[in-house]
């Protein structure tokens, strides 16, 4: 029999969502996403840290300081190495700034260029005549920056202010200033971005192999095992399991296809018995037909050959033994074709309420000769509440009759047969007890297989057909009920069938 399996909360149902494998994915993402954020935020704080305050003012302020600071440092030491001091004071500031003296000589703060018409103007400011404390706003004369060989800046057009600061030195201007205009980008920008981008990738790198290791490899090293189990179950190895640890769609999916696998073995386990059965049917059963087939081959010979009964009394003998044989096989074939049509669910039951105590004074009176040549007695009892089930009358009669002749065969002389029907919780249980030898404790799983007899020439002697009892168990089981057997309180054989209650 296949087994019967129960029905798997955690398959049936939808997969716990914190559990799920799209929220861990979304929850570890996001999770890389403010890492890196949360990294680069203190990397940058970090560096800002490191950076002179100076570097976070804009350009016109940083040429005032480092104009406010070059004059004393001029007037303290008048051969003051001006591009040892730039590249000291601001050499590592991201801003870019030089100084121009009124010698036409130019000093700067690192390697970079100059614009040639923010040089042109500062020039030209050093030979104008302003006010020590002005700051430089510039306006250029057109005719004069016309007349300039530097090309104009980009875009075509002059900044209106101009980033530069008079140097005074006892009252006089002695040099000019200036800080570069910064690019299209910010010089913060420009000094940190490389590091932090690189940081940035470096980041989503690390966050990337966190995640495949975290998350995805646990998963694809899972579908790798549900892989494998799918092909060996594809190759005939329904026995094998896929691993079912996590609660997500994974373990989910394993877990439906670990049923799957266990349906297939349960039914692969019933076809290759039910392969066996059938086999040992066909044994069964030719071994059944060819019992009754030798006996009347041999007696019909033995009547054809002439002279070879000489007595009519003899003769009479012979053909009384192969008409009992012939019934016997007509019994065998009927049986036969009863069972099949009863386990293919042929034939529609006429379900009624039937009463109990007519089936059995039915079956008392089919069997009362018999009965009476053993000097058996048969009792009936019908328990209050039991008087009558709902099923098919001509099959119920047919199985009390099986099971009253199965115990007239095997009662003793003397003996006594008991005929019973009572109500139990929701159930009728109809009883059928004799006092013969009963059934080996080995044997009473198995007597009501086809063609099965405890012992095998008694029963052959008695004259039936093994297919008795398979048929009770065929017609009990129609009707929704049970049937099993049992040691009954009178010493012999209790067979018990179960029926619900109308």
Known sequence: MSERLAPDPIVSGRVVWYRSLYWRIAFAFVATVALVLAIQAGLFLWLASRTDALAMRPPQHVAAVAASELGPALEADPKLDIDAWLVREYGQSPHRVFVVTVQDRLFRSGTFNVPPFLLRVARMRLRAPFAPDEPVTLRPEPIALAQADEPPPPGGRFPRRQFLQP??????????????PPGPGHPLLERFGPALGAAGLALLGLGTAVMAVVVFRPVHRRLRSLEDAAA?????????????????????????FN????D????????????????????????????????????????????AVKDEA?????????????LRLEAIVGDLLDLARLDDGGGTLERQPVPLARVFERAFERHEGALAEKGITLDRVVGPGAEQIRGDERRLEQ??????????????IDGRIRLSAAAVGDAVVVAVEDSGPGIPPDHVDHVFDRFYRVDSARDARSGGSGLGL?????????????????TADLGGARFELRFPRT
Do not use: C, F, W
């Not at 049923?259 to 266990?262: D, L």
């Not at 087939?293 to 033995?302: F, I, K, Q, S, V």
């Open 167 to 180: 140097v005074t030195v006892r009252g006089r201007v002695v040099a000019i200033v200036g800080v570069v």
């Open 232 to 256: 060996a179950v594809g190759a005939g190895e329904t026995a094998v399991r896929a691993p079912e640890d996590g609660g997500d769609e994974v373990a989910s999916l394993a877990r439906r």
């Open 470 to 486: 398979s048929i009770v168990r065929a017609v009990v089981e129609r009707h929704g009920g049970t049937a099993r057997a049992s």
């Open 399 to 412: 199985v009390v009759q099986n099971l009253v002749a199965n115990a007239v065969r095997h009662t003793p």
């Open 264 to 307: 297939l073995d349960a039914r692969g386990r019933d076809l290759k018995q039910a392969d066996r059965s059938r086999r040992q049917l066909l044994a069964d059963v030719s071994h059944e037909l060819m019992t009754p087939l030798t006996a009347m081959r041999g007696y019909l010979e033995t009547l054809a050959l002439p002279g």
């Open 314 to 326: 003899t003769r009479a003998r012979y053909v009384g033994i192969v008409t009992e044989e012939t």
């Open 259 to 262: 049923r799957m696998a266990a």
